[in-house]
């Protein structure tokens, strides 16, 4: 039976990985996969995650199951997270967890497979790689809708709203909520009222994607538009990931939450995603959520996870000007300025692929083809060298 299965391409970002690490060149540069490196290159363990996994070390008494949807309280800081404080007094939104935000968008997509299964997924163009994936294998056909200007360096506004004005009723919409992969450019408030209108009028249900919430300009911040949608769109999903602002990348630590109109609908789409569950992974993994609750939960780890999230963005900002900086002072004509403007960890450099592909070949700098740049893995120590690669291929 085996005879007939073809090998599958490796995946364009994880297996950028593998390459990476066969590579024997002293020099390398991984600025490929969407993971955060401090100032020395690693990807840290968070303090506050080392105190909280001490405190659950001595109060862990079981190893049992968790229910299908997760804990309670772990349901209730996320929604607290993601709407604000005052979410948990509001019937209408209910919580699953899920491994990573991965999962959440898998279960999103399952959950329309089964009941909405004529609709369309619309995703920005363009978005991150894994997305039209996850939605094609559980059925569903995806359509893209404008986002960027390649020539400005900026969100195409217009083209935005008229795509999204193509929308149908029962369609699925995908928003990036901040810090938008692969670009780094994001909505502003104008332009999320604008969206969160034409959505509501045309009927379509949003999914939000909320991966780097904290890592653009602020927890709060970066929930604009979240808000936004809560006063003008009846409902919609919203996919929670704690791989970056916690550092929790192994323990794959996500949500999936749903806004409805009222009580019993949320109680019967609960109902629902815990079928999606049960017949996907069955219950969710309990040590990441475990941390995120202790500490969400904890004022004192709290303030300290707020501190090191801050020291993680403003690193990442830092490096934003440091490369446009080295850059210009390698002798490139071109304005790289628009990487300041950006948000999160991601950078479109404008790289296309055939430099992309000279940047590994002949200097073992690593990134995606697309031409997005991972600037959490920019360190003082390889600055100099990145710069000058890039340069030698523009």
């Not at 209408?92 to 999103?108: E, H």
């Not at 919409?173 to 408030?189: E, I, K, M, R, S």
């Amino acid at each position: 039976m085996f005879e007939r299965i073809q090998p599958a391409p490796p995946d364009p970002i994880l297996g950028l990985s593998a390459i990476f690490a066969a590579d024997n060149r002293a020099h390398k540069i991984n600025l490929g996969v969407g993971e955060y490196r401090d100032a020395t290159g690693v990807t840290p363990v968070l303090d506050v995650v080392r105190t909280a996994e001490s405190r659950l070390g001595e109060s862990t008494p079981s190893k049992v199951y968790l229910p299908i949807d997760g804990t309670p309280d772990y349901g209730r800081v996320v929604r607290e997270l993601v709407f604000g404080s005052e979410s948990n007094e509001q019937a209408n939104t209910v919580t699953v967890q899920s491994p990573g935000g991965t999962g959440a968008l898998r279960i999103a997509a399952d959950f329309a497979a089964r009941h909405f299964s004529q609709a369309r997924v619309w995703l920005p163009d363009p978005t991150w790689a894994n997305h039209p994936k996850i939605f094609e294998a559980s059925g569903l056909t995806c359509r893209s809708y404008p986002y960027y200007d390649a020539a400005s360096r900026q969100l195409d506004t217009g083209r935005l709203l008229a795509g999204l004005a193509e929308t149908q009723a029962g369609d699925l919409v995908l928003l990036h909520a901040c810090c938008h992969n692969p670009t780094g450019v994001d909505l502003n408030a104008d332009t999320w009222a604008a969206v969160a209108k034409t959505l509501a009028e045309r009927g379509a249900l949003p999914l939000i994607d909320f991966a780097y919430q904290g890592f653009g300009e602020g927890l709060e911040e970066d929930a604009k538009g979240l808000r936004i949608f809560q006063k003008l769109v009846p409902e919609f999903f919203v996919a929670s990931s704690f791989s970056k602002n916690f550092g929790l990348y192994q323990d794959r630590v996500g949500a999936l939450s749903v806004v409805t109109t009222d009580a019993e609908q949320a109680s019967s789409v609960l109902s629902q995603l815990k079928i999606c569950v049960r017949t996907s992974f069955s219950n969710p993994p309990a040590h990441g959520s475990a941390l995120v609750t202790t500490i969400l939960n904890d004022n004192d780890l709290r303030s300290l996870w707020l501190d090191e999230l801050a020291h993680m963005r403003n690193r990442i900002n830092k490096m934003r000007q440091s490369l446009v900086a080295g850059l210009a002072q390698q002798g490139a004509t071109q304005d790289f300025s628009f990487i300041t403007r950006q948000k999160g960890m991601f950078s479109f450099s404008g790289l296309n692929p055939q430099q992309v592909e000279r940047l590994r070949e002949e200097h073992a700098v690593y990134i995606v083809g697309s031409g997005r740049i991972n600037v959490a893995g920019i360190t003082p120590e390889n600055l100099e060298g990145l710069c000058t690669a890039i340069c030698a291929v523009l």
